[in-house]
């Protein structure tokens, strides 16, 4: 008989080794008939083929489809309308699991406090989600939506990153990609998706964000779910129903350019600086599925499972390259991030490296548009580091992905929307309250209300796994 551990491990490599085989007997033949799209008899039949493939192939391949379909810029538009469907529908898994969830997790106790729709509202790649009413202490009822993990998501997603570990080891070995930190990218990644197969997080994060924006002004004011105590556990969360309508469907009311829509987008990237650059502490997985526009008219931000958070030290040399550029000192930008690397001995020409950020800088300065399309920049960035050995930080990986994707949403919406300028006031902000705390000698913060944010971050999280244990006894 093995060892548990590596009985646990050999189970682990068979799973991969499976998948494997799964996913190249799906995907050769697929890639395979990729001409057939040169031709219109064929083309519909074989987008058609390739959502099917995508939309029963796990996680990871339903999020690579959800962020190809919020990037109008980089696949044409009859492309991002047959994966757009992926943002919040992908195929639900049936109701007596769900049930057998809620016994698993609850007890017998959900049948008489808990109501629920047995048809879902949502499906995504991780989990689904179910409209509910729970009843209150005074007998009324609150109405409220039901998240509960798809069977076996862990399971296939470790086998995803596993995969996707081993192809970053072989991508590493490449002379030029290895200086993009494939490893770095594949377990910032991975560290993002696991994240989001233990609901506690998510309520601890909805806490905090709820924290954050507790005081926000009406520029940037976004509204999210409230957990509800007693009702929080590692595979089924229960919180406050947002009345609303996704953020496309709310935005194809108005026409393009409506005022309307400049609006929601000003707010919308208002309160994501907030987040990145102010409380450190912002959402990571904001593609249109995920934004909602409610009844009132507020921003409503959902699915909260990724968050990300820097150091301190991370967050402070993010805003001091970023404060470098807006300044159009593009060559000091450049010696940050040569700084930042993690091997400044291997880097090739520092002075190339920083000439080249420094020439970018400057092209923007000439060209007020061009940090309105911020994967520009994050291109231009990469091919730099390629060129001269500079090792890319997981950090900025993170940052570049997270602004890709909200890039991609506010392109859907509002194609001529300025992001450099809405941003840059929160930068300068931030780099001159830094600067004065340095002065006082004071520890660098990453905003007003993370203290507060941090301990009932905790106090839930305890509170959650408290209460899951004593569900679990109960159930068992």
Same mark, same amino acid.
Request: aromatic share 10%.
């Given at each position: 008989?093995?060892?548990?551990?590596?009985?646990?491990?050999?189970?682990?490599?068979?799973?991969?080794?499976?998948?494997?085989?799964? =996913?190249?007997?799906?995907?050769?033949?697929?890639?395979?008939?990729?001409?057939?799209?040169?031709? !219109?008899?064929?083309?519909?039949?074989?987008? !058609?083929?390739?959502?099917?493939?995508?939309?029963?192939?796990?996680?990871?391949?339903?999020?690579?489809?959800?962020?190809?379909?919020?990037?109008?810029?980089?696949?044409?538009?009859?492309?991002?309308?047959?994966?757009?469907?992926?943002?919040?529908?992908?195929?639900?898994?049936?109701?007596?699991?769900?049930?057998?969830?809620?016994?698993?997790?609850?007890?017998?106790?959900?049948?008489?406090?808990?109501?629920?729709?047995?048809?879902?509202?949502?499906?995504?790649?991780?989990?689904?989600?179910?409209?509910?009413?729970?009843?209150?202490?005074?007998?009324?009822?609150?109405?409220?939506?039901?998240?509960?993990?798809?069977?076996?998501?862990?399971?296939?997603?470790?086998?995803?990153?596993?995969?996707?570990?081993?192809?970053?080891?072989?991508?590493?070995?490449?002379?030029?990609?290895?200086?993009?930190?494939?490893?770095?990218?594949?377990?910032?990644?991975?560290?993002?998706?696991?994240?989001?197969?233990?609901?506690?997080?998510?309520?601890?994060?909805?806490?905090?964000?709820?924290?954050?924006?507790?005081?926000?002004?009406?520029?940037?004011?976004?509204?999210?779910?409230?957990?509800?105590?007693?009702?929080?556990?590692?595979?089924? =969360?229960?919180?406050?129903?947002?009345?609303?309508?996704?953020?496309?469907?709310?935005?194809?009311?108005?026409?393009?350019?409506?005022?309307?829509?400049?609006?929601?987008?000003?707010?919308?990237?208002?309160?994501?600086?907030?987040?990145?650059?102010?409380?450190?502490?912002?959402?990571?997985?904001?593609?249109?599925?995920?934004?909602?526009?409610?009844?009132?008219?507020?921003?409503?931000?959902?699915?909260?499972?990724?968050?990300?958070?820097?150091?301190?030290?991370?967050?402070?040399?993010?805003?001091?390259?970023?404060?470098?550029?807006?300044?159009?000192?593009?060559?000091?930008?450049?010696?940050?991030?040569?700084?930042?690397?993690?091997?400044?001995?291997?880097?090739?020409?520092?002075?190339?490296?920083?000439?080249?950020?420094?020439?970018?800088?400057?092209?923007?300065?000439?060209?007020?548009?061009?940090?309105?399309?911020?994967?520009?920049?994050?291109?231009?960035?990469?091919?730099?580091?390629?060129?001269?050995?500079?090792?890319?930080?997981?950090?900025?990986?993170?940052?570049?992905?997270?602004?890709?994707?909200?890039?991609?949403?506010?392109?859907?919406?509002?194609?001529?929307?300025?992001?450099?300028?809405?941003?840059?006031?929160?930068?300068?902000?931030?780099?001159?309250?830094?600067?004065?705390?340095?002065?006082?000698?004071?520890?660098?913060?990453?905003?007003?209300?993370?203290?507060?944010?941090?301990?009932?971050?905790?106090?839930?999280?305890?509170?959650?796994?408290?209460?899951?244990?004593?569900?679990?006894?109960?159930?068992?």
């Amino acid at each position: 008989e093995l060892p548990p551990g590596l009985a646990g491990v050999l189970k682990r490599r068979v799973i991969a080794v499976l998948r494997t085989i799964y =996913l190249m007997v799906v995907l050769v033949p697929l890639a395979a008939a990729y001409p057939m799209t040169y031709w !219109s008899m064929t083309d519909d039949w074989w987008w !058609s083929w390739c959502v099917h493939v995508s939309e029963t192939s796990g996680a990871l391949l339903i999020k690579l489809a959800q962020w190809a379909s919020s990037r109008p810029d980089l696949f044409s538009e009859a492309v991002c309308d047959k994966f757009r469907h992926l943002q919040d529908n992908t195929p639900p898994h049936a109701w007596p699991f769900t049930a057998r969830t809620l016994d698993e997790m609850f007890g017998p106790r959900w049948r008489s406090e808990l109501r629920v729709d047995q048809t879902p509202i949502g499906s995504g790649c991780i989990a689904q989600v179910y409209r509910g009413e729970l009843r209150q202490p005074d007998g009324s009822w609150l109405p409220v939506a039901v998240k509960v993990l798809h069977p076996d998501v862990a399971t296939h997603i470790n086998a995803d990153m596993d995969l996707l570990k081993f192809c970053a080891g072989l991508l590493h070995a490449l002379p030029r990609v290895r200086w993009l930190n494939p490893s770095g990218m594949v377990e910032e990644f991975t560290s993002m998706l696991v994240r989001q197969l233990d609901l506690r997080v998510e309520a601890a994060n909805l806490v905090r964000f709820t924290a954050n924006f507790a005081d926000a002004d009406e520029a940037t004011r976004v509204v999210f779910p409230h957990p509800i105590a007693g009702y929080v556990s590692p595979k089924v =969360l229960v919180e406050t129903y947002i009345d609303g309508e996704p953020l496309m469907v709310w935005a194809a009311k108005y026409p393009q350019g409506a005022p309307e829509r400049h609006q929601m987008m000003s707010r919308g990237i208002d309160a994501f600086c907030k987040m990145l650059f102010t409380d450190n502490f912002f959402h990571g997985d904001l593609h249109p599925g995920n934004i909602f526009v409610t009844r009132d008219g507020e921003l409503a931000m959902l699915d909260a499972g990724i968050a990300i958070e820097y150091t301190d030290y991370d967050h402070e040399m993010l805003i001091e390259i970023l404060s470098c550029f807006l300044k159009y000192d593009g060559y000091a930008g450049g010696l940050k991030i040569i700084e930042h690397t993690k091997l400044q001995s291997d880097v090739s020409d520092p002075h190339g490296f920083c000439t080249k950020i420094k020439d970018m800088v400057l092209m923007a300065r000439d060209n007020p548009t061009f940090f309105d399309q911020i994967s520009n920049c994050i291109s231009l960035i990469c091919e730099a580091a390629c060129d001269h050995h500079v090792l890319m930080a997981q950090g900025f990986i993170s940052v570049a992905l997270s602004v890709k994707v909200v890039e991609g949403a506010v392109i859907q919406i509002e194609p001529d929307a300025v992001v450099a300028p809405r941003a840059k006031a929160v930068i300068v902000r931030e780099h001159v309250k830094r600067k004065g705390r340095n002065l006082l000698g004071r520890r660098p913060s990453t905003g007003d209300l993370i203290e507060h944010s941090n301990k009932t971050f905790e106090k839930f999280a305890q509170e959650a796994r408290a209460a899951s244990e004593q569900h679990a006894k109960k159930a068992g």
